[in-house]
Nanobody
Framework: QVQLLESGGGLVQAGGSLRLSCTVSESIFRYHMAWYRQAPGKQRELVAAITNGSRTNYADSVKGRFTISRDNRRNRVYLQMNNLDSEDTAVYYC????????WGPGTQVTVSS
């Protein structure tokens, strides 16, 4: 069974930055990948996606602040998050963009105002 492991979350002040990492237990080079987040009391939402050709797309709420990237040799996906605000507080998950794998534990991001 494929495993996803997210890391890099933490507590940061508004305006700060974090870099999230996701390690996948199998090769990702053919997959479109994405980062999602789920805030308390809200549904999980798509934050950013990257195709297998490294084209990217972002939710309007994070455009210009977040950057998704990938390293196919290491089977990793990254999310660089800059200028964070309290609305970004959530558990962040990575997964395929189209056909979901079993979800990992996620990584908590908390932004203090």
């Amino acid at each position: 069974q494929v495993q996803l492991l997210e890391s890099g979350g933490g507590l940061v002040q508004a305006g700060g930055s974090l870099r999230l990492s996701c390690t996948v237990s199998e090769s990702i080079f053919r997959y479109h990948m994405a980062w999602y987040r789920q805030a308390p009391g809200k549904q999980r939402e798509l934050v950013a996606a990257i195709t297998n050709g490294s084209r990217t797309n972002y939710a309007d709420s994070v455009k210009g602040r977040f950057t998704i990237s990938r390293d196919n040799r290491r089977n990793r996906v990254y999310l660089q998050m800059n200028n964070l605000d309290s609305e970004d507080t959530a558990v962040y998950y990575c997964n395929r963009y189209d056909t979901f794998m079993t979800w990992g534990p996620g990584t908590q991001v908390t932004v203090s105002s």
